[in-house]
């Protein structure tokens, strides 16, 4: 069992910056493949950020490409979301969510998830 709690988010200005955390307990991260992704009402779930088990392959969507940034310490057991120059559609619940038996992940099913941390952007 793995245990994910997200924080860092908040309110912050269109431009502006935010850095999310997830923290894991239960379980090594090291076997997981783990994603940022994030819901909003209306939207369909987005996967915003890949990151492979070893962290040395990521992936991101182009609604965020150049400004997201997601990296991982599996002796912290950490994944990390840097997200600048953050727009208004970035406003939605951001998620980690871990996934086994596989070096990277790219659908929108985990095995772990955690409860989201709300990111607003205001214009």
């Known amino acids: 069992q793995v245990q994910l709690v997200e924080s860092g988010g908040g309110l912050v200005q269109a431009g502006g910056s935010l850095r999310l955390s997830c923290a894991a307990s239960?379980?090594?991260?090291?076997?997981?493949?783990m994603n940022w992704f994030r819901h909003s009402p209306g939207k369909e779930r987005e996967v915003v950020a890949a990151?492979?088990?070893?962290?040395?392959?990521?992936y991101y969507p182009d609604s965020v490409k150049g400004r997201f940034t997601i990296s991982r310490d599996n002796v912290k057991n950490m994944v990390y979301l840097e997200m600048n120059n953050l727009k208004p559609e970035d406003t939605a619940v951001y998620y980690c969510?871990?996934?086994?038996?596989?070096?990277?992940?790219?659908?929108?099913?985990?095995?772990?998830w955690g409860q989201g941390t709300q990111v607003t952007v205001s214009s």
């Open positions: 239960g379980r090594s991260l090291s076997t997981y493949a």
């Open positions: 990151i492979s088990r070893s962290g040395t392959n990521t």
């Open positions: 969510g871990a996934k086994s038996g596989f070096i990277i992940w790219l659908g929108n099913e985990y095995d772990y």
